[in-house]
T-cell receptor, first 111, second 116 residues
Framework: TQLLEQSPQFLSIQEGENLTVYCNSSSVFSSLQWYRQEPGEGPVLLVTVVTGGEVKKLKRLTFQFGDARKDSSLHITAAQPGDTGLYLCAGDRTNAGKSTFGDGTTLTVKP | GAGVSQSPSNKVTEKGKDVELRCDPISGHTALYWYRQSLGQGLEFLIYFQGNSAPDKSGLPSDRFSAERTGGSVSTLTIQRTQQEDSAVYLC??????????????FGPGTRLTVL
């Protein structure tokens, strides 16, 4: 059983569309990160959310942490081909330094 | 640069041979992680080093896998008697791992291992 469930697993959209991807768990996390990974590279940190209900914006990306700190979402407005990649969420339950990663959402944005 | 570096970037080996993969973390980062990633998949945790504490080896898939971290910096992941199912990208990450750092990890570019 995966501790962090990401959905959808695959998403293919046209440039300019909006999308939301989800990261869900039955466990509470002290913090949660979102990473983006492009082919042939390592994941790159996008954001960390810590407080229940927290919303963070990074240009066209909006990240939300659930009130109970068990789930998170990533919304992209007016997607661009440069947004293509694997989006991974990762959570630290105990702040003890070891995170659990979800299996990721593979996003393809077609021009 | 000041990022995490890994070497080699690509490694092709024959079944049964041993391989060593190297990771140079960001200077000052006390935590170091090794992950394995199959094509298009998520990250499989392998091992975690934090300062001088005993490493968390709970993710190593078999006793053919081992890792060392010398002097609290460079780490080497060794795979003995490689098998075809070991083929994957091996990623290394480091983090500050202190209160308030929220375990934000910085990844290297990975080593792509192919076992023929």
């Amino acid at each position: 059983t995966q501790l962090l469930e990401q959905s959808p697993q695959f998403l293919s959209i046209q440039e300019g569309e909006n999308l939301t991807v989800y990261c869900n768990s039955s466990s509470v996390f002290s913090s949660l990160q979102w990473y983006r990974q492009e082919p042939g590279e390592g994941p790159v940190l996008l954001v960390t959310v810590v407080t229940g209900g927290e919303v963070k914006k990074l240009k066209r990306l909006t990240f939300q942490f659930g009130d109970a700190r068990k789930d998170s979402s990533l919304h992209i407005t007016a997607a661009q081909p440069g947004d293509t990649g694997l989006y991974l969420c990762a959570g630290d339950r105990t702040n003890a330094g070891k995170s659990t990663f979800g299996d990721g959402t593979t996003l393809t944005v077609k021009p | 640069g000041a990022g995490v570096s890994q070497s080699p970037s690509n490694k092709v080996t024959e079944k049964g041979k041993d391989v060593e993969l190297r990771c140079d973390p960001i200077s000052g980062h006390t935590a170091l992680y090794w992950y394995r990633q199959s094509l298009g998949q998520g990250l499989e945790f392998l091992i975690y080093f934090q300062g001088n504490s005993a490493p968390d080896k709970s993710g190593l898939p078999s006793d053919r896998f081992s890792a060392e971290r010398t002097g609290g910096s460079v780490s080497t992941l060794t795979i003995q008697r490689t098998q075809q199912e070991d083929s994957a990208v091996y990623l290394c990450a480091s983090s500050l791992a202190h209160a308030g750092s929220y375990n934000e990890q910085f990844f290297g570019p990975g080593t792509r291992l192919t076992v023929l």
